[in-house]
């Protein structure tokens, strides 16, 4: 049998050519190297200005919110993974964090100390992925190749801990499965201790390159109003004048015991996004340095307890389930039928290194959630570009994309 | 027989549930509790007709009517520095009494609360949009309505958002099963092939148990896997996949381990 | 006339291949494999991940091209969803002859995890794929040795006749 012909029209749909208001209409992806995953944008262009942009997501919807309803709770761990996947720890722990407050679980201290350094770890990643990513479409190939080169040595930590190296799964409901591995802290601190200087050679390279600042300076700049209007967090809402950030206006874990600064901007452009990024690098490292000690302090004290006790819930230890016969039936329970929180609602946000992650749970009593939805920030920092495009040139495009730092699995989830 | 499964909830189900399980509540407190939500709560009611209102997990809860959405939206914004609406969605109670319940998750940056306003509309109605006064419910109404099919009044692009515009059915409702329906089975094929391509391209696999003929077993033990249905006896010859062939490649040298240099120390 | 610094007599000998055209094109096809940037999903952050310092795709040769005209192979590198099945024949479909297709991590195979209405269940639904590789998301390393596959793949072909079109049914 031959090769079926395949039916789809030449792609001129887009375009109509005998237009008498001088627009051309230019169809940007959804598969475009510098659009971060697949993004499709629309843009109607007067010469080389854009008037009128379209955004149009959903070529990475894989119905995750569908799938968390037929899902039990622990089940639907691995598939937070996804969602932003450059930092994947950071989704594991606004799902887990959401149940937890759902069936109010209060989380030892040692696995909140070793929550909070994989989230700040991902957070480093994160930004550092951001970094290059966006450096590589602006034209710096040599901010890529340093920092992908730092990324891999966060990447190994975190496999050493986890054994993925980009989808963790490294948090469950109730605290985390595992103690860190012995050189944790050592690789830990050999890594922060060159930080510093390898952050000075991004910013060396880029903070007064003059292509760098033509194409960030002036470029992008959204306004309060637009920031709150459009739902901004994160980076992007911190670039635009608040010095707003849910770890320390709401904290969680352990945040209200550490000392941060949440560094800001009032500019709003693409360049003050930069420098948040950059500040905020700097930021994540001080809080590492304290969570080192702070488990330092865990060790010391012999608070060992890693998963909260709550056998209705979480299942027992292993040691217990293999020698305790309550213990065994509970846990054989919890996997094959699920836990079954109790009936009520939840929204709770954590401060991912994108922005407001949040987990909207309906529970009616049932081992699924009866809905689940989830706030990514992307998804929002996608809209603004609606607003942002216009008024700006085709090449200030990718830079523009390029700051808003939005991931497409957390956009169309 | 065939057992009876209902057509207006095809999700998971508990496939056991104790006759005498009483389902816990997440425990709710009344808005007097605190002072922040008691005022805030005085002021819309002052205004506008409120349901019901309790604080459940650090969150007010306030049922209002559905035609009041965007006055209150407004009200909190201008005069009760309610900053962002963080997230907007619908949860389906198709099955229940046939209805949506809408929910408008409020941010208050100034005074670091979050309060949600929620409120039930028939199957059918549809909600009037708030874009006006928040742009981010643009994008959130759209994947309403592509989730839900519930309209928004005065929207401006009022399309499907995350699924293609041709695409059949509303994913999120409880009488769509995860795997999708028959359109959702065959669109690409259909899309890109033409219907008469269907049976030559043969159904989605989406048994995850399936086992094909050519699979193989023992993935556990690299290098000896097995075919299956094979007798495994425990010394079977290596299977192994090399990537260059026995003699060499032409102009290509053959990677020595030996004269090659490993880098252990990853921290160098 | 300049001397030669180099001893050509020496190791190897002169720098002369006598060779068929089928290897010499097929050593030239497999040591430029350039791929097309077509990252879906969190395969494609491994994949860029390959590209970048440490992986060093390039010492294969590999490297990563935007268009699909100047692409050899098209690395689906995440979930295909239904949404965008149209656009990967479409790329597919602009990309010259002879052109293969690896079809990276679980998602891009079978759907993976994301048994949904959403997710094409294979990519090879749409475009007949050379190389499955497993994993989610799989590893650089895999990614590396998939590529050193497809080198061999491509060394087995007869290169001196048109290849036959492949076929996805």
Same mark, same amino acid.
């Given at each position: 049998m031959a090769q079926i012909k395949n039916r789809l029209t030449p792609f001129f749909e887009n375009i109509t050519f005998d237009r008498d208001d001088n627009e051309l209409v230019l169809n940007f992806g959804p598969q475009h190297p510098s659009a971060h995953g697949q993004l499709r944008l629309m843009l109607h262009l007067q010469q080389e200005q854009i008037v009128k942009a379209h955004p149009d997501v959903g070529y990475l919807h894989r119905g995750m919110e569908k799938m968390a309803e037929n899902m039990i709770y622990n089940e639907f761990m691995p598939t937070t993974d996804r969602m932003d996947y450059i930092a994947s720890s950071s989704n594991n722990y606004g799902f887990a964090l959401a149940v937890e407050k759902l069936i109010g679980l209060e989380v030892p201290r040692r696995a909140k100390v070793i929550r909070m350094m994989l989230l700040e770890i991902n957070r480093l990643m994160s930004h550092l992925f951001w970094l290059a990513t966006t450096a590589l479409d602006i034209g710096a190939m040599t901010v890529f190749l340093f920092a992908f080169r730092e990324r891999e040595y966060l990447m190994d930590i975190i496999e050493g801990y986890c054994g993925a190296r980009l989808t963790h799964a490294a948090i469950r409901i109730g605290g985390v499965p595992l103690d860190i591995q012995d050189d944790f802290l050592h690789q830990l601190r050999t890594f922060l201790n060159k930080l510093p200087d390898n952050i000075k050679d991004y910013e060396d390279l880029l903070d007064s390159n003059r292509i760098w600042l033509m194409r960030m300076e002036e470029v992008g700049t959204i306004s309060k109003e637009m920031a709150l209007s459009w739902g901004c967090t994160g980076p992007m809402l911190r670039a635009s004048g608040f010095q707003w950030d849910i770890r320390k206006e709401e904290p969680y874990e352990l945040y209200d015991e550490v000392e941060f600064n949440v560094p800001y901007s009032d500019k709003g452009d693409n360049y003050a996004r930069y420098r948040v990024y950059m500040q905020e690098m700097r930021e994540t490292a001080k809080i590492l340095y304290q969570t080192i000690a702070m488990y330092e302090a865990c060790v010391k004290n012999d608070q060992t307890e890693l998963m909260a006790h709550a056998p209705k819930y979480i299942s027992a230890p292993k040691l217990d389930i293999m020698t305790q016969n309550y213990s065994l039936m509970q846990h054989f329970v919890l996997v094959t039928q699920g836990m079954r929180p109790p009936v009520g609602e939840v929204y709770v946000a954590t401060e991912s290194p994108k922005g407001e992650l949040g987990f909207f749970i309906n529970s009616q009593g049932g081992p699924y959630p009866y809905r689940l939805k989830l706030r990514a920030p992307s998804f929002w920092h996608t809209g603004i570009l609606t607003d942002l495009l216009p008024g700006h040139y085709i090449p200030d495009v990718v830079s523009i994309i390029g700051t808003t730092n939005i991931v497409f699995g957390e956009v169309d989830r | 027989m065939r057992a009876y499964t209902p057509k207006d909830d095809v999700q998971a189900k508990a496939y056991y549930t104790d006759r005498f399980y009483v389902a816990p509540q997440v425990p709710k407190q009344d808005v007097s509790t605190d002072p922040v939500f008691a005022a805030d709560l005085e002021a819309i009611s002052a205004k506008f007709e409120v349901k019901e209102s309790f604080i459940q997990v650090e969150n007010m809860v306030i049922y209002i009517n559905a035609k009041d959405i965007y006055a209150v939206l407004e009200f909190m914004r201008d005069s009760l520095e309610y900053t962002q609406l963080t997230e907007m969605s619908a949860i389906d109670w198709l099955a229940k009494d046939d209805t949506f319940e809408i929910f408008y998750q409020m941010l208050s940056m100034n005074k670091r609360k979050r309060t949600r306003i929620k409120f039930f509309i028939k199957n059918g109605d549809a909600v009037d949009s708030v874009e006006k006064l928040f742009r981010c419910a643009d994008w959130s109404e759209r994947e309403m309505f592509d989730m839900f099919g519930i309209e928004a009044n005065n929207h401006p692009f009022m399309k499907r958002i995350l699924m293609p515009y041709d695409w059949q059915g509303n994913p999120l409702l409880k009488t769509y099963p995860l795997e999708g329906d028959e359109f959702a089975a065959w669109y690409e094929i259909d899309k890109i092939y033409g219907k008469e391509a269907r049976e030559a391209i043969g159904p989605e696999i989406r048994d995850t148990a399936r086992v094909d003929r050519y699979d193989s077993e023992r993935f556990a033990r690299l290098g000896y896997e097995q075919p299956k249905g094979t007798k495994i006896t425990g010394n079977e010859e290596p299977t192994v996949q090399s990537y260059q062939e026995e003699g060499g490649v032409f102009m290509v040298t053959k990677f020595d381990k030996d004269t090659s240099k490993i880098i252990d120390d990853p921290q160098r | 006339m300049a001397q030669h610094k180099v001893n050509y007599t020496q190791d190897g000998g002169l720098p002369v291949a006598l060779t068929s055209i089928d290897k010499i094109v097929n050593w030239g096809r497999s040591n430029s494999i350039w791929a097309l940037t077509y990252g879906l999903a969190c395969c494609g952050i491994e994949m860029m991940a390959s590209g970048a310092s440490r992986f060093d795709f390039d010492r294969y040769g590999t490297i990563f091209r935007a268009s699909p005209r100047q692409a050899d192979v098209m690395i689906v590198a995440g979930t295909l969803t239904k949404k965008h099945a149209e656009f990967i024949k479409r790329l597919y479909d602009q990309m010259t002859e002879p052109r293969w297709v690896i079809s990276m991590g679980s998602c891009a195979n079978t759907g993976g995890m994301f048994n /949904?209405?959403? /997710?094409?269940?294979?990519?090879d639904r749409i475009i007949p794929v050379d190389l499955y590789l497993p994993g989610c998301a799989p590893r650089p390393e895999t990614l590396q040795y998939g590529v050193m596959l497809l080198q061999k793949k491509i060394r087995a072909n007869s290169a001196s006749k048109a290849q036959k079109p492949k076929r996805l049914m």
């Open positions: - | - | /949904t209405y959403a /997710t094409v269940q294979g990519c």
